[in-house]
């Protein structure tokens, strides 16, 4: 059973960071994206970054552009998310992806196959 195990998130001012973690275990951690994603209270689940594991541009939301960094540590099987200037609109439960399927567009929750269980983001204005 795959697994991914999201942390780092918490409640910061606006203008502060926080950089998020997703540890992939029991997945074949090549050659596909993993992305994050969040979902505000009464909102769809939207993309915000990904990255293919392989190499190759990341791809991020416009509204995240400039502000928000996605990498990762192949050797550890961890991608990361690193947010800076948070915005109160950046509040939302922080979700990792993995395996998307192919054809499918980065940025569709539809696409993937694998889910963590989300970390919590508060930005307060």
């Known amino acids: 059973q795959v697994q991914l195990v999201e942390s780092g998130g918490g409640s910061v001012q606006a203008g502060g960071s926080l950089r998020l973690s997703c540890v992939a275990s029991?997945?074949?951690?090549?050659?596909?994206?993993m992305g994050w994603f969040r979902q505000a209270p009464g909102k769809e689940r939207e993309g915000v970054a990904a990255?293919?594991?392989?190499?190759?541009?990341?791809a991020y939301a416009d509204s995240v552009k400039g502000r928000f960094t996605i990498s990762q540590d192949n050797a550890k099987n961890t991608v990361y998310l690193q947010m800076n200037s948070l915005k109160p609109e950046d509040t939302a439960m922080y979700y990792c992806?993995?395996?998307?399927?192919?054809?499918?567009?980065?940025?569709?929750?539809?696409?993937?196959?694998?889910w963590g269980q989300g970390t919590q983001v508060t930005v307060s204005s």
């Open positions: 992806a993995a395996d998307c399927r192919y054809g499918f567009d980065w940025f569709k929750p539809n696409a993937y196959n694998y």
């Open positions: 029991r997945y074949t951690y090549s050659r596909n994206w």
């Open positions: 990255i293919y594991t392989s190499g190759g541009n990341p």
